[in-house]
């Protein structure tokens, strides 16, 4: 009550001697009628105007961000209600309904114009059009109402006791009010942003990593709003509002102003230590740990702030809520080096629920470090049968540090040539709340939390042609869409093809069990070791079987970018058809005409499908090719060929 209270002694009423009052959401009652000097009244009656214009801009905002995410909730579930039905495969393909091509030539020319990047990388790296077209109707929309409905208006009125002395009345105490409310509506959706287990990804399909440029954004739009905020009513209390320090003095120590200070301390902090400055200075895992407490206690001052609007920081603490649970595994841990680098497979199964193919989880390693956890997509399909004991294959890059600490300890037990641990029976499939270790190749074993699964499926089933391009450990996200269009009972895939770009061919070895599955949907054939020819414009060769007069459903193209020790890959699928391994000699193909192979060798008709992960570098490569490949014309005259997808995925590993 004591910010109401100060509300109430700011705004010049006298709620003790009150005949009624009027209430307004969000704010102090008000006085009426009023009792005092005409100027005080007219101000009033401003205050509380602009106020509820305020609410009502509050209120148009997410009812604007609501109509959004439902409209698109709806799109998707007209285009899953759609879908050709499954005997309907391999028949003769019919005309699309009108509804589908204006649907289908809609989505074209929406990829072709806004799914390229923006040429202004420097500010906004790796931002594609259609998120920076969202930021910028986010800002136009909030610099267009934070000016408009407001008073334009100055009074001067008497100040009581001290006849010499005047109170200088203007609409910016409404201005201030007015990017205050707004800074705490922005809260939830920042906050919906940023989490792992997000809403949003939920209502739209779109993973949660594709929302973090927009996380950070409303973010620094809240921090400037919340500068203005500040700056302006600390205008009116030290400088407009008389006499001086003495109403400045009691302003600043009362409670709700001492929480509004502690909130902008934290909100700053906040800005600062999330800059590159910042991150680069403590660490990216002290900034990631330290973010969510900080923001948490930050959404409590801003309650504490005020109160009357705590309705967004009650919806911004319950997001955060449902973004938290932790699962504990048992897992193996297999080690790869080689000169460019280490890499590990890890292995677990349990019991815990399944997941969607394109979902991630969080890995924690407590023996190393209970404050640092990275995400993870698993390089396995979901089993269909859930009576099934779950198994989950993580395919991780070494780095520096966590990983590359995983690494040292898997090295380090090799080393020792101890042999492993006999496997408790017990251990396999733990229940909840138990710990359960990894188990490496060695005796050495460290306990494994899993948390998830965040994100929501990336698998369009209705897509005909699939490709997959993959560098490095980006394998991890498009294997199981590979194996799900090949395996999938409910897939309509006619054309899949696979390619992953290595360093080495001894990184083959890291799917080996997977690399035996996919080698039985290439057709049968033998390799000639006479069929070896040099990449035109390189200086590596590829391996390539002669067999190639049928038409294959599934093709794997496998591009090693250095040389190394092993001159072919693991059999299999070595020496199969419509299998190719090229060595491009300190090179990396080109993403355009790996795109231009499949669509003009493979793509007849139906729905063709982009999927990718790797370096940031692959995927600008990605977007701008498949922007290209999307014509709004030709989907309109019934030509699928026009409407190309993309998914990408940017946790993937650099080659």
Not at 77 to 95: D, F, H, I, N, Y
Not at 164 to 189: E, K, W
Request: contains cysteine; charged residues 15%.
């Amino acid at each position: 009550m004591a910010a109401i209270d100060t509300l109430h002694a700011r705004h010049i009423q006298n709620h003790s001697e009150a005949k009624e009052l009027k209430h307004y959401w969000g704010y102090a009652d008000i006085v009426v009628p009023c009792t005092n000097d005409k100027g005080s009244c007219e101000y009033l009656d401003g205050v509380y105007w602009m106020h509820t214009v305020s609410m009502l801009y509050t209120f148009i905002m997410w009812a604007v961000i609501s109509g959004i995410l439902l409209l698109i909730l709806l799109v998707r579930l007209l285009r899953q209600g759609s879908q050709a039905p499954k005997e309907a495969v391999g028949a003769e393909e019919k005309k699309p309904t009108l509804i589908l091509r204006v649907q289908g030539t809609v989505t074209a020319a929406f990829r072709k114009h806004l799914l390229p990047e923006v040429a202004l990388r420097a500010v906004f790296p790796h931002t594609t059009r259609l998120q920076l077209l969202v930021l910028a109707y986010l800002s136009v929309y909030l610099i267009i109402f934070s000016v408009v409905g407001i008073v334009y208006q100055t009074w001067i009125t008497p100040v009581k006791g001290y006849p010499h002395l005047h109170n200088t009345r203007t609409g910016l105490g409404g201005f201030a009010d007015r990017v205050g409310s707004l800074a705490y509506a922005l809260a939830p959706l920042a906050v919906a942003l940023s989490t792992r287990d997000s809403v949003l990804s939920l209502l739209t399909g779109i993973p949660y990593q594709h929302f973090n440029f927009l996380h950070r954004w409303t973010s620094r739009i809240i921090f400037f709003q919340s500068i203005l905020h500040t700056s302006g009513w600390t205008i009116i209390e030290a400088k407009l509002y008389q006499p001086q320090p003495k109403v400045a003095m009691d302003w600043i120590k009362q409670k709700y102003m001492i929480w509004g200070i502690v909130a902008q301390l934290l909100l700053t902090w906040l800005f600062v230590m999330s800059t590159r400055w910042g991150i680069r200075l403590t660490g990216y895992e002290f900034f990631r740990k330290s973010h969510y407490i900080v923001a948490g206690v930050y959404i409590g001052a801003c309650w504490a702030h005020w109160e009357k609007l705590a309705c967004w920081m009650i919806a911004s603490l319950g997001i955060i809520g449902i973004d938290l649970g932790l699962r504990i595994i048992r897992a193996k841990v297999q080690l790869f080096e080689d000169k460019t680098g280490a890499a590990l497979r890890l292995e677990f199964e349990h019991n815990r629920g399944t997941w969607k193919i394109g979902q991630h989880f969080f890995l924690t390693f407590p023996a190393l470090s209970i404050w640092q956890n990275h995400p993870f997509t698993p390089a396995s399909v979901p089993p269909t049968d859930r009576s099934e004991t779950l198994k989950q294959v993580y395919i991780i890059r070494s780095r520096k540090r966590e990983t590359g600490k995983l690494a040292a300890l898997a090295s380090n037990a090799r080393s020792l040539d101890i042999p492993s641990s006999a496997e408790s029976p017990d251990d396999k499939g733990a229940e909840s709340g138990s710990v359960i270790s990894v188990e490496m190749q060695s005796s050495i074993s460290t306990s494994v939390i899993l948390t998830g699964p965040y994100g929501g499926s990336v698998v369009d089933y209705e897509a005909q042609n699939v490709l997959a391009i993959a560098g490095g450990t980006g394998i991890s996200f498009t294997l199981p869409i590979v194996l799900a269009a090949l395996q999938g009972s409910n897939s309509l895939a006619k054309n899949v093809t696979m390619v992953w770009i290595v360093r080495t061919a001894e990184n083959l070895e890291w799917i080996q069990p997977e690399l035996e599955i996919l080698s039985k949907y290439l057709n049968s054939g033998a390799y000639n070791e006479g069929n070896v020819r040099k990449e035109k414009g390189t200086s590596g060769i590829t391996i390539s079987p002669n067999n190639q007069d049928q038409e294959p459903s599934f093709r794997l193209h496998i591009f090693v970018t250095r040389s190394s020790a092993t001159t072919h890959p693991l059999s299999p699928p070595y020496g199969r058809p419509n299998f190719t391994i090229t060595t491009m000699g300190n090179g990396h193909p080109s993403v355009a005409n790996l795109v231009d192979t499949f669509l003009d060798e493979n793509v007849s008709g139906g729905r063709t499908m982009v999927y990718g992960s790797g370096p940031a570098g692959l995927g600008t490569d990605l977007r701008a090719t498949v922007a290209e490949k999307n014509c709004a014309g030709k989907v309109w005259r019934g030509e699928k060929r026009g409407n190309v997808g993309l998914m990408w995925d940017s946790r993937g590993d650099s080659i």
